[in-house]
């Protein structure tokens, strides 16, 4: 490390900087994370949830442009979509996570999730990414919050390590 980026390093800006690179990747670590929970999440639905990735990236390619994407088309949508949002969303969880550094990490983890469940649960039926919630299943609302905590702990126990 040169020596101003150890005196930027010591700066406002320099530790906004290093929040945001550690945010990223911790973000993408929950994004790892939730991929594998995915996985297991359909296999026990039996289908695709309603909020998988894949299937939002099918209705949003069709409410915005009237293109209806192939099975293929879908998943690489859905994946890039998916690797977009959560680095994105773990630099959101850094910069929240100075207000609660005192708190144990799962409770970090689960506020985090929660919020993240919580705002799904509003802004996709609310957007068209997915269909109303009150026609998805008992196992579909349950299984959306699960993966948004865990999602949440993979997240800050990834920013808890990249600051140790």
């Known amino acids: 490390m040169s020596v101003q980026e150890q005196r930027l390093e010591h700066t406002p800006m320099g530790r906004g900087l290093a ?22 999440r359909d296999r026990l639905l039996g289908h695709r949830a309603p909020y998988a990735a894949s299937r ?13 994407l192939s099975p293929r088309a879908a998943r690489w949508s859905g994946t890039a979509l998916r690797y977009g949002y959560g680095p994105l969303l773990g630099v959101l969880q850094a910069r929240a ?10 409770a970090r983890g689960l506020a985090a ?15 068209g990414a997915t269909p109303p919630a009150r026609r998805w299943s008992r196992a579909e609302r349950l ?6 905590l865990a999602f949440g702990l993979v997240t800050a126990a990834a920013l808890q390590r990249a600051r140790a």
């Open 19 to 40: 929040s945001w690179k550690q945010g990223l990747a911790a973000g993408l670590c929950g994004t790892l994370g939730i991929s594998a929970v995915e996985a297991v």
């Open 56 to 68: 939002i990236a099918e209705r949003l390619a069709w409410r915005l442009a009237r293109v209806r």
């Open 97 to 106: 996570s100075r207000h609660t550094a005192r708190w144990p990490l799962p």
């Open 113 to 127: 999730g929660a919020a993240l469940s919580a705002m799904e649960r509003l802004t996709l039926p609310l957007t």
């Open 143 to 148: 299984a959306l919050p699960l993966q948004a």
